[in-house]
């Protein structure tokens, strides 16, 4: 009898990034089916080759292709399933083994190195706030300056601003991690005639994964009461 010789085929899976460059093996693709379950994080250009196939038998054979969810929030990894179908066959004179490769219901036109299983990844948006409040002198805007100071929770001062007329606008700030951030934000007190206000604002900034970017809630207390809005008199 003769021996039919056996036909082969190689997957590749491909991963980007869009957003930022891609690291190498930062991301994880699996490819699994009957007997088989192999694993790669990709190289420097985003590629992982799959063990081989080799069937040497007639018959149907099914894969399931896609990239194992990681754990950085920064990132919205592509959810994409890929199936992956060789369908092996007898020629017509029944002595060589026949490859067909279909891949998401494509028939391929290379069967033993077919397209790539594709996944995009995309960088998760990051949430924007901008501080604001305004400053008014005997209870009306005024044109002299006055100096503000945002604080860190440890009490580190981020930013010093100062009004223009009553509006008082610190830089913005950009958040790429759900958490709670906490600020403070006060009136420096000069060494004129003029009284100062003392009082101390609370600024609470609650960050939250969205489906496409992270959000940001702020929230001013003084003294422990919820206020709309930062005003210093």
């Known amino acids: 009898n003769k021996t039919i010789k056996p036909v082969e085929s190689v997957i590749t899976s491909i991963v980007d990034i869009i957003g930022r460059d891609l690291v190498t093996g930062e991301f994880?693709?699996?490819l699994t089916g009957p007997d088989y379950n192999d694993t790669h994080r990709n190289d420097e250009n985003g590629s992982a080759t799959h063990q081989k196939f080799t069937f040497d038998e007639v018959g149907e054979y099914i894969y399931d292709g896609k990239q194992i969810i990681g754990t950085d929030e920064t990132v919205i990894?592509?959810?994409t399933e890929h199936k992956v179908v060789f369908k092996v066959t007898l020629n017509e004179t029944g002595d060589a083994l026949v490859l067909e490769t279909i891949i998401d219901g494509k028939a391929q036109e290379n069967d033993s190195n077919?397209?790539?299983l594709e996944y995009v990844n995309r960088v998760r948006g990051n949430a924007t706030v901008t501080f604001t409040a305004e400053k008014y002198l005997d209870g009306k805007a005024t044109d002299k300056k006055f100096t503000f100071e945002l604080l860190d929770e440890t009490g580190k001062v981020l930013q010093t601003v100062e009004n223009v007329n009553e509006a008082i606008t610190f830089d913005?700030?950009?958040y790429n991690n759900a958490g709670i951030y906490t600020y403070t934000i006060r009136e420096v007190a000069g060494t004129d005639y003029i009284v100062y206000?003392?009082?101390v604002y609370d600024v609470t900034v609650t960050v939250t994964k969205?489906?496409?970017s992270?959000?940001?809630?702020?929230?001013y207390t003084l003294a422990g009461n919820e206020v709309e809005s930062v005003v210093f008199n």
């Open 28 to 30: 994880e693709m699996t």
């Open 77 to 79: 990894y592509d959810e």
């Open 114 to 116: 077919p397209d790539p």
């Open 172 to 174: 913005a700030l950009s």
């Open 197 to 199: 206000d003392k009082n």
């Open 210 to 212: 969205a489906e496409d």
């Open 214 to 219: 992270f959000e940001a809630d702020v929230k």
